[in-house]
């Protein structure tokens, strides 16, 4: 059983940044698929970025050019640097461990509360 632990978020005034921190345990994180999902009040779940074992990078348009995903394998962790932060970056941020080529399934972090307010 994967367990994943989100740390980082907070409150944070438009136009700022910060950075989330995913520590995975286990033996596959090198060989997974890692994501960030978020959730705001009243609207789905969305994938925000992912990353493969081998360092390819996917992001939502919403926040390209704003997020960087990255990982380290010999830390288990992966990272999701927010820039230029907007107050709809307001949400709930998950982190998700998938299989080695996919997310269909899983598993999920517990979530980090992210608010973007002056």
């Known amino acids: 059983q994967v367990q994943l632990v989100e740390s980082g978020g907070g409150l944070v005034q438009p136009g700022g940044s910060g950075r989330l921190s995913c520590v995975a345990s286990?033996?596959?994180?090198?060989?997974?698929?890692m994501a960030w999902y978020r959730q705001a009040p009243g609207k789905d779940r969305e994938l925000v970025a992912s990353?493969?074992?081998?360092?390819?990078?996917n992001y939502a348009d919403s926040v390209k050019g704003r997020f960087t995903i990255s990982r380290d394998n010999a830390k288990n962790t992966v990272y999701l640097q927010m820039n230029n932060l907007k107050p709809e970056d307001t949400a709930v941020y998950y982190c998700k461990q998938g299989s080695i080529a996919t997310l269909r399934t899983g598993y999920w972090g517990q979530g980090t509360q992210v608010t973007v307010s002056a």
């Open positions: 286990g033996s596959t994180f090198r060989l997974s698929v």
């Open positions: 990353i493969t074992s081998g360092g390819s990078t």
